[in-house]
């Protein structure tokens, strides 16, 4: 990247350049943008962080300025802040010391004047002083006033006397003297050509400034009127605000409220994940952070204010900017439920779901105690107690990906599959929204069982999941909305216990239909990682890549989850993508966080260009209109840190229906004693359930041991082996070892992917219908 030319500094100009900043003993010098402007010197990491995040401030006025040798310079303002940095050359090092020596000799004088105006008492008798003080800047203005008026004497004066001097010179020319004084008479003519020329020169000079001054006159007595008003303003209104804030302390301190673990999960504990938003400050004793730059691979920029046309939503999708014809628009209007819904046009009776479930109870149990005995096993291999459970199983958690089920909704109305592609992949994002303070483990599916999750009258979407394999563990999952599209996965869970965290990686695809524009999506699932399982309160983080892609039109999506680090100065669960089509041309940027909300801008242009990439390649400029929000979380229910964090769909997971089928995650005993705060019994039929699977799957194993070689009848598998199977690869891949054939789903060959997967095929909602569950095995 060529370095920009930095100017020769004047005064009064802001002044820009790239020097080199010490931070650590691990870094050394980094290279920053510094701007020095208004008395204020500011560095940030690259010239694209201007508009949003500066590292770090120094005021001039204050500071001391100290040249060490050819290049570099120290820039201290008494202790607080010190900033060593180091020129590129000795003519660069010079130009900077000349911008901030002018820089500082200004800010000194801005000061010096502000301190003598008074406007910065805040004593309690301010408002008595007030008369005062105004008596104060009118008697400054009468002084300077007198003093303007005596210039225009002088200006006159000099005038005056200059000309009257040249008369009596030229009346001295014409006399006939003799040589020598005629020779001195010369030299007294040039002399006063020269006075006339500065005095005239200083006569302009006092002029203009005359000029400028009765122009400006007025102006700066109505705008220090103008101040002094908005200040008494700026005064009452701080009072009202302290006043209502004293209020509100006292209301809060008098409420039930979330504790503060919940607003910042991991505070007080190593290793916890910082709170958002603080990006700006760079305090001295915090310079380690240095040491890991940032990793993305693209800039955005604002676009060209070309591209900004009136009367039209900028960031919205528009035909004339190379999208397909008729499409829609990401206007509020356009993404407003399917009015084609048969729900829509028929007023039918909603159930009334419960908001509530019993307060968790406070028992306390040692985590390590139970896991420093299973490290490198698998997690669904190791026996937990419920005291680590949340009541609900992993088919329920695997339903509440619908949580944000009107972001489908929306891209079914979207007439172009970029757009499209856009709610799709805040579809994705939007799944992990329910994690950030969920720490509870939750049940391990039996064999068989199921959940269905119907929300046709209050949705228009229905969706089953059913438990197709044990170990590995494995579960399918389909949903069907009526407003257009189908989702269907297979998810098999391959985690690993490392000692300090727990790593969850989740295996096989999802897939997304819409049924008006055939449009195919796949998608596959981040890692989860669970950490301080040891010491410290638990916090989650998704990290990875996954790549939305549209199998009819190859449009693509790629979806960067970023992992925390101590050493990031960016914000915590920081999601970024790029939408492109079949060609590679972006069209879209999405930017936002996974537990919070998810935007999306129109790229008009793109460049390579800005900082290089880890790689050691440009990274590329994106030019994109203003950012529209796509999704953003729905506020937890009220009391949620007392119900494990659950979400208002959460909490009616498993609240009890009838006509469900008799696998339903909603009849589970264990799972329903936990949530009624009953452990004691929870462990124990957990434990019963366990062992009549185990005995399940014997006598099953021992039926297809008979079907298939009779000579073995009779034996016993070797010990273990139903158990502590080794799987080290995907269920979906290389096949399942349960000899159970799934009642809803059957086994095939997906014809995106080529993976073999469990799809629906079809007869469980009419089996409820008719109330006919005589096909489902007995499992709990």
Not at 150 to 170: V, Y
Not at 415 to 434: I, N, R
Request: charged share 25%.
């Amino acid at each position: 990247m060529s370095e920009p030319k930095a100017p020769t500094p004047a005064p009064g100009d802001t002044y820009k350049g790239w020097l080199f900043k010490w931070t650590n003993y691990i870094k050394g010098y980094q290279r920053r943008w510094f701007v020095l402007s208004n008395g204020l010197l500011s560095y940030y990491r690259t010239q694209s962080e201007m508009g949003h995040t500066c590292r770090g401030t120094i005021n001039l006025a204050t500071a001391n300025i100290a040249v060490e040798d050819s290049c570099n310079f120290v820039i201290s303002n008494g202790g607080t802040q010190t900033y060593h940095l180091k020129a590129s050359s000795e003519v660069e090092r010079q130009r900077w010391i000349t911008a901030l020596e002018l820089a500082k000799a200004k800010a000194f004088r801005m000061q010096a004047e502000s301190d003598d105006s008074g406007d910065d008492s805040t004593s309690p008798s301010a408002s008595q002083g007030a008369g005062s003080r105004n008596s104060e800047v009118q008697s400054t203005l009468r002084t300077l006033g007198s003093k303007v008026e005596d210039l225009s004497t002088c200006n006159d004066l000099i005038a005056k006397h200059g000309s009257a001097l040249q008369r009596s010179l030229s009346e001295l020319e014409g006399i006939r003297l003799g040589g020598e004084t005629s020779e001195k008479i010369r030299q007294v003519t040039e002399r006063a050509t020269l006075f006339r020329i500065t005095s005239n020169a200083m006569i302009n000079a006092c002029r203009d400034f005359l000029a400028l001054a009765q122009a400006h006159s007025k102006r700066w007595q109505k705008a220090l009127q103008a101040e002094r008003e908005q200040r008494v303003r700026l005064e009452e209104t701080l009072e009202q605000l302290a006043k209502q804030h004293n209020h509100l302390e006292r209301a809060f301190r008098g409420a039930t409220v979330l504790p503060a673990s919940q607003s910042n999960p991991a505070i007080d504990s190593k290793g916890s994940v910082p709170g958002k938003g603080d990006v700006s400050d760079e305090d001295e004793e915090n310079e380690f952070f240095d040491a890991c730059e940032d990793v993305q691979e693209f800039i955005t920029v604002p676009a060209d204010p070309k591209y900004h046309r009136s009367g039209s939503n900028v960031s919205g999708i528009s035909s004339e900017l190379g999208m397909d014809d008729g499409t829609t628009s990401l206007d509020e209007q356009s993404l407003a439920s399917n009015p084609e819904s048969p729900q829509s046009q028929e007023v039918v009776p909603v159930r009334k779901r419960r908001t509530r479930i019993p307060d968790k109870p406070n028992y306390s149990l040692n985590l390590w105690s139970i896991m420093k005995n299973c490290i490198g096993k698998e997690l669904s291999k190791i026996p937990m107690p419920v005291n680590f459970n949340e009541p609900l199983s992993m088919l329920q958690r695997l339903s509440e990906d619908l949580e944000y089920y009107e972001l489908l909704d929306r891209g079914a109305k979207c007439q172009s599959s970029l757009e499209q592609m856009c709610y799709v992949a805040a579809f994705t994002v939007s799944s992990y929204s329910t994690t950030v303070h969920r720490t509870g483990k939750p049940f391990n599916p039996l064999l068989g069982e199921t959940f269905e999750l119907d929300r046709v009258q209050e949705s228009g979407y229905r969706s089953l999941c059913e438990q197709v394999s044990h170990h590995p563990p494995a579960a399918a999952h389909h949903a069907i909305s009526e407003r257009g599209w189908t989702l269907r996965q297979e998810i098999a869970l391959a985690s690993k216990f490392r000692g300090k965290y727990l790593s969850i990686m989740p295996l096989g695809s999802i897939h997304c239909v819409f049924e008006k524009s055939n449009n195919h999506y796949t998608w596959k699932k981040v890692t989860t990682t669970v950490h301080n399982i040891i010491v410290g309160k638990l916090w989650i983080d998704q990290s990875g890549e996954i790549d939305v892609v549209n199998h009819k039109t190859g449009d693509r999506c790629h979806l960067k989850f970023a992992p925390y680090s101590y050493f990031s100065r960016d914000v915590a669960r920081k999601v970024t993508g790029v939408v492109t089509d079949k060609d590679g041309k972006a069209h879209y940027v999405l930017s936002g966080t996974w537990d919070e909300k998810m935007e999306c801008s129109r790229v008009m242009e793109s460049s390579r260009g800005g900082e290089n990439g880890a790689d050691g390649r440009q990274k590329t400029v994106y030019q994109t209109l203003k950012a529209k929000e796509l999704w953003r979380k729905t506020p937890l229910p009220e009391g949620a840190e007392d119900m494990y964090y659950f979400s208002t769909l959460a909490l009616t997971l498993n609240e009890p229906e009838e006509g469900v089928a008799p696998t339903d995650s909603r009849r589970r005993p264990d799972q329903r004693l936990m949530e009624q705060g009953r452990w004691e019994e929870a462990n124990a039929e957990k434990q019963r359930l366990e062992e009549k699977q185990r005995t399940v799957r014997r006598e099953r194993d021992r039926e297809a041991n008979r079907s298939t070689n009779p000579a073995e009848e009779g034996k016993e598998p070797a010990n273990g082996a139903l158990i502590e199977d080794s799987i080290s690869d995907s269920p979906l891949k290389s096949g399942h070892q349960d000899n159970y054939k799934p009642m809803w789903f059957e086994r095939q060959i997906d014809p995106m992917t080529g993976d073999p997967t469990h799809i629906y095929r079809g007869g469980y909602w009419e089996a409820k219908e008719q109330g006919n569950w005589d096909s489902c095995p007995d499992i709990f």
